[in-house]
């Protein structure tokens, strides 16, 4: 799976968009774009993922640059409960069940 | 919503002593997950299970380690004798469909003294 870097961490103001660089030079044709987020040591979380077009569901939006290389989410309106470690994993769709490779990920705090 | 569901949330053990941690993942899931995450580390991949085998596994999954579906609804973690370091949360996950979406737990905390 290609290697993804994110900023450490991000600060964003309650009811603003929070948006989440992920920078995945390396991506090959047939990987997908995933997020996830783990709130203080909870079990992560699915937020979305994408191959190339941009994705929205009901807890965010993924922006992806037409070369693949970066991403975005976006938070259209942060909450508190938002506050969590956001990661950003690349990884291909294959038949079999292989490992989600967690980073470091992006600390993000909601500030009141 | 349904969810994976992870008994016991804590577990106190000596050091030696063989655990197992269990898992009740979401009923339609077929392929299954442990992760671990030492306190202030990342979230580790242990293994992954699917069809009765191991599709998968990590280093960090050795012989002390195993993983059984004892019946249709249970998934578990076994490990035979604990060491201070296992000392972590253990998070399972399921997912219906192969590296799907996968949902975790809220995972259980070993704490092994």
């Known amino acids: 799976d290609a290697k993804t870097t994110q900023p450490p961490s991000m600060d964003c103001a309650e009811g603003r968009a929070a948006n989440l660089p992920c920078n995945h030079s390396t991506i090959s044709g047939n990987e997908y774009v995933y997020w996830y987020r783990q709130i203080h040591s909870q079990g992560p979380q699915y937020i979305i993922h994408?191959?190339?077009n941009n994705e929205t569901n009901e807890m965010a939006s993924l922006i992806i640059t037409e070369d693949r290389k970066s991403s975005t989410l976006i938070l259209p309106h942060a909450t508190l409960r938002d506050t969590a470690v956001y990661y950003c994993?690349?990884?291909?769709?294959?038949?079999?069940?292989?490992?989600?490779?967690f980073g470091s990920g992006t600390q993000l705090t909601v500030l009141p | 919503e349904p969810e994976v569901t992870q008994t016991p949330s804590h577990q106190v053990t000596q050091m030696g002593q063989e655990v197992i941690l269990r898992c009740v993942p979401i009923s339609n899931h077929l392929y299954f997950y442990w992760y671990r995450q030492i306190l202030g580390q990342k979230v580790e991949f242990l293994v992954s299970f699917y069809n009765n085998e191991i599709s998968e596994k990590s280093e960090i999954f050795d012989d002390q380690f195993s993983v059984e579906r004892p019946d249709g609804s249970n998934f578990t973690l076994k490990i035979r004798s604990t060491k201070l370091e296992d000392s972590a949360m253990y998070f399972c996950?399921?997912?219906?469909?192969?590296?799907?979406?996968?949902?975790f737990g809220s995972g259980t905390q070993l704490s092994v003294l």
């Open positions: 996950a399921s997912s219906p469909r192969p590296n799907e979406k996968l949902f």
């Open positions: 994408g191959l190339k």
């Open positions: 994993i690349v990884r291909v769709l294959s038949g079999s069940a292989r490992q989600l490779t």
